[in-house]
């Protein structure tokens, strides 16, 4: 049994999330900024699309997913806590590193804050 919440973000709370994200003159957010392993944050490629990445010394290193805005959307929208958590075998998500499942992950939680802060 998961102790991450299973329940899909949904269309619309990814779309303020990618939204949001595509407003700031940043290529890359995570909350976890300090140094060595930083956990996971959004990225902006340099052609246009989005990913979710892996951050060492709040720098992303390591793209678990990336694609074009609308098709991160969508896949943003099907995520949960659980799938984030990078603990579920067969999500693009998924990383076999232990000590890195569950470890400074976005939630929705931070996804909230993040969208309702001004940067």
């Not at 619309?12 to 939204?19: L, Y």
């Not at 098709?71 to 067969?90: A, C, N, P, R, Y």
Request: aromatic share 14%.
């Amino acid at each position: 049994m998961s102790r991450y919440n299973k329940e899909h973000y949904g269309i619309e709370f990814a779309t303020q999330v990618v939204e949001h994200f595509l407003s700031l003159d940043v290529s890359e957010w995570s909350p976890y900024a300090h140094r060595e392993y930083c956990g996971c944050g959004l990225v902006k490629k340099p052609y246009g699309n989005i990913g979710i990445s892996n951050f060492l010394d709040a720098r992303s290193f390591r793209t678990f997913v990336e694609l074009p805005k609308h098709e991160f959307i969508e896949f943003l929208s099907k995520q949960s806590d659980d799938t984030m958590s990078l603990t579920v075998v067969g999500n693009a998500l998924y990383n076999s590193d232990k000590f890195e499942q569950g470890n400074q992950v976005l939630n929705r939680q931070l996804l909230d804050q993040f969208v309702n802060s001004t940067s």
